[in-house]
């Protein structure tokens, strides 16, 4: 599989002046023509290692983003945006795998809105679906390799740095709530990614993750993996990212939060990931931050 160079803006708050800086960068990715004109674009996330959680002196860090400790990551594509619901409908109406899926569930309508109301299960479901269908190993993210691919490669609160624009994300507080916007927004609608090329990993919708929900990291995988093995709370689901009116504390990088797998919540849709074996990436350099680097200052 090859890929393809595409450039995007990158929106970085400075610290000292808070400042909004503006850098244009190149990305790679690889596209999917998921039927009538709908196309599924993956993102190439780089190798590489990162101190995933937040650290104690971050303010607003919960205790369950702790202890803060050191994940190694393979190489992998993301999608560049939430899942729309053009993308959703388009796989709906494949044949089943294990679950029928219905075409058109999200409350908030749109065809290049993010999709919504959508169980665990049936996200699951999405992208076995995928799998058979390009014969590539879709899934969810990890919840390790969600939080390296928001980061993308800043150790501040946001990828955008130590505070979240309020006019480049759909969170409460935002610029739309005072134009009595309700719910979603068409994806990368703001105009700015991450440094990986990601778009709205703050806010808009939570994502699912592969992994059960644990209430701390003691005993976290430390290669990426899912986190499989159940506590208490048996059953329940990690999801990522916060929604259109989470605070900006719920829509840091490390913020996580849990769901009944079979719930369907307006507040949750999917982003999905590509295993990279076979597929070439190699050209991407690795990215390791360490806790006393200046990435994302």
């Known amino acids: 599989m090859n890929t393809r160079v595409f450039e995007f803006d990158v929106a970085t708050v400075k610290s000292q002046a808070q400042e909004l800086k503006l850098s ?63 993308q959703w409908q388009a796989v709906a ?37 995928l799998s058979e269908l390009y014969s590539k190993n879709y899934r969810l993210p990890t919840e390790a390799e969600w939080e390296y691919a928001c980061r993308a490669g800043t150790i501040t609160p946001f990828h955008f740095g130590k ?46 993750c592969l992994d059960l929900w644990h209430d701390d990291y003691e005993g976290a995988p430390a290669d990426g993996s899912a986190w499989l093995i159940a506590e208490d709370r048996e059953g329940l689901r990690v999801i990522r990212g916060g929604f259109w009116l989470s605070h900006p504390k719920h829509c840091c990088s490390a913020y996580r939060d849990c769901c009944e797998p079979d719930s369907r919540s307006s507040v949750v849709g999917l982003r999905v990931v590509c295993e990279a074996q076979s597929l070439s990436i190699s050209s991407l350099r690795p990215t390791e931050c360490l806790p006393d680097d200046s990435c994302g200052s």
């Open 163 to 208: 505070r979240l624009p309020q006019h480049l994300a759909n969170t409460h507080g935002s610029q739309l709530r005072s134009k009595k916007v309700e719910g979603t927004t068409p994806v990368g609608a703001f105009g700015v990614a991450n440094a990986f090329g990601l778009y709205d990993m703050h806010g808009n919708v939570y994502e699912w």
């Open 93 to 129: 109406t494949l044949d089943p795998v294990e679950l029928p899926l219905i075409p058109n569930p999200s409350k908030f309508k749109g065809a290049d809105r993010p999709v919504e109301k959508v169980s665990w299960y049936e996200a699951v479901e999405f992208c076995r679906r």
């Open 24 to 86: 244009r960068v190149q990305g790679r990715y690889f596209s999917e023509e998921l039927g009538n004109g709908v196309v599924l674009e993956m993102v190439a996330i780089p190798a590489g290692i990162y101190a995933m959680g937040s650290p104690d002196d971050e303010i607003e860090r919960y205790d369950n983003e702790r202890p803060q400790h050191w994940v190694a990551i393979e190489p992998f594509f993301m999608s560049k945006y939430p899942i729309t619901q053009a």
